[in-house]
Nanobody, 128 residues
Framework: QVQLVEFGGGLVQAGGSLRLSCAAS????????MGWFRQAPGKEREVVAA????????YYADSVKDRFTISRDNSKMLVYLQMNSLKPEDTAVYYC?????????????????????WGQGTQVTVSS
């Protein structure tokens, strides 16, 4: 079992920044990749970014490239999502997810079904 808890959501003006954190516990040593997803009202959940914990390889959705940065602290089992230049369209509930499979390809990391555990989500609201 793995428990994931997200922190850091909130309300920010357009152009501002937020940093989300995801803390993993339980059998966190089994996690190989971590992803950040988001879901806006009336829309499907979509990948935002993913990171391979061992080597630090990263993946970003086109919509957040050059604005968001995913990083990790393996010693503390924390994964971060630094979000800069936020836009109203970034408003959503953000979820972190854990993947036990070591494979890290764009085709895999975007698939919701590839992830084994999910956090409860944290709301990010960007006002215009």
């Amino acid at each position: 079992q793995v428990q994931l808890v997200e922190f850091g959501g909130g309300l920010v003006q357009a152009g501002g920044s937020l940093r989300l954190s995801c803390a993993a516990s339980g059998q966190a040593f089994s996690i190989r990749n971590m992803g950040w997803f988001r879901q806006a009202p009336g829309k499907e959940r979509e990948v935002v970014a993913a990171i391979r914990l061992s080597f630090g390889n990263t993946y970003y959705a086109d919509s957040v490239k050059d604005r968001f940065t995913i990083s990790r602290d393996n010693s503390k089992m924390l994964v971060y999502l630094q979000m800069n230049s936020l836009k109203p369209e970034d408003t959503a509930v953000y979820y972190c997810a854990a993947d036990f499979n070591p494979g890290f390809t764009p085709a895999r990391v975007v698939m919701i079904t590839e992830y084994d555990y999910w956090g409860q989500g944290t709301q990010v609201t960007v006002s215009s």
